[in-house]
């Protein structure tokens, strides 16, 4: 089994800069890909940002390409989100989801993770 904790959300005003972490605890990290996931309520689940697994290949979503940053370290097991540039349309709960696979693409469907961490709470104020 695996667990994803999210830490880092919080409230911020327009133009500043929030990192999101994910620690997960599993044996073997680097052969899993992982992902960053937002939702507003009311509205579906929507793919951020995503490693292929040993974080050979990244994906983001246009919306937030040149102001978010994913990154892992595998050494810790760990899932990085900077998000520089923050806008009000980016307040949402956040999630961070893995799933095991040797895939090169970065699965960027919610249906294509199998593990997701409880979320953490974007705010930007304008």
């Known amino acids: 089994q695996v667990q994803l904790v999210e830490s880092g959300g919080g409230l911020v005003q327009a133009g500043g800069s929030l990192r999101l972490s994910c620690a997960a605890s599993?044996?073997?990290?680097?052969?899993?890909?992982m992902g960053w996931f937002r939702q507003v309520q009311g509205k579906e689940r929507e793919f951020v940002a995503g490693?292929?697994?040993?974080?050979?290949?990244?994906r983001y979503a246009d919306s937030v390409k040149g102001r978010f940053t994913i990154s892992r370290d595998n050494a810790k097991t760990t899932v990085y989100l900077q998000m520089n540039g923050l806008k009000p349309e980016d307040t949402a709960i956040y999630y961070c989801?893995?799933?095991?696979?040797?895939?090169?693409?970065?699965?960027?469907?919610?249906?294509?993770?199998?593990?997701w961490g409880q979320g953490t709470q974007v705010t930007v104020s304008s």
């Open positions: 989801a893995a799933v095991r696979t040797l895939a090169v693409v970065v699965p960027t469907i919610d249906d294509e993770y199998d593990y």
């Open positions: 599993v044996r073997t990290f680097s052969v899993y890909a």
């Open positions: 490693f292929s697994w040993s974080g050979g290949t990244t």
